[in-house]
């Protein structure tokens, strides 16, 4: 209890700082510009142009939204797209190294970016026929 009661009395501080920052319009960024840290996110109130924190649901973090710059998603910790690796749509998939490595990038969903994502222990990733999917052997 001794803990978290020392983590708020530190971070306190930074999100009444972030707060009192001005902003304008609908726009929401992550707290510090980081991805996949923060459980909450800094909200602009275009009334009274000041950020307020809001919180994301249970289990998930604060990403920028690759669809949408200068706003803001919640998702759950390691998701988030893979920065270089173009963005994406459905269920589709490519391998990171065809035949050499089980490695691969699955499309997901709600941020429209690949994620990083690996073939059971001792399986090489392969591309499927139609260059939409992998499968693992």
Known sequence: ?????????IL??????????????NGSVC???QNGVSSTYLQCDARTQQY?????AAGQ???????????????LPGTGGVPGSGSCTGNTAKCSAPGQTGAYLQCENWSGQYVNAQCPTGLK???????TGVYCN
């Open 1 to 9: 209890m001794v803990r978290i009661t020392a983590a708020l009395l």
């Open 12 to 25: 306190a501080p930074i999100f009444a700082m972030a707060n009192q920052q001005g902003c304008s319009g």
């Open 31 to 33: 707290p510090g510009n």
């Open 52 to 56: 307020v924190t809001m919180s994301c």
């Open 61 to 75: 973090v604060c990403y920028a939204n690759p669809n949408s710059p200068g706003t803001v998603m919640c998702g």
């Open 125 to 131: 990733c392969y591309n499927n026929a139609s260059g």
